[in-house]
């Protein structure tokens, strides 16, 4: 299954589904075998933390803006969020 296509609740239960696991899955994705503990450690700051911040934008907007609104925003920030995925690929050659 292509990491693009991935939907979470394919592959889990909703209730399942928490930041550590996905945490522990995306260390096992990008993080080398011998990576230091200090670079692990940043890399789970920096992977919560960006988290923490998507999460509360999209609860921001769904309480503070229109349907409409909302959706335009989404849709916004889903392309370029695909973009540099997209770009990350290719540069990967995967």
Do not use: C
Not at 58 to 66: A, K, P
Request: proline share 2%.
């Amino acid at each position: 299954m292509s990491t693009k296509n991935l939907k979470y609740t394919d592959v889990m239960k909703p209730e399942d589904i928490n930041v550590a696991h996905l945490w522990v899955q995306f260390a096992g994705a990008v993080l080398p075998a011998d990576a230091s503990a200090m670079q692990r450690s940043e890399m789970q700051k920096a992977f919560y933390a960006g988290f923490f911040e998507s999460f509360k934008i999209f609860v921001d907007i769904s309480s503070t803006l229109s349907e409409t609104q909302a959706v335009e925003v989404l849709d916004r920030l889903n392309k370029e969020s695909q973009d540099f995925f997209n770009k990350m690929m290719k540069e990967h050659k995967l």
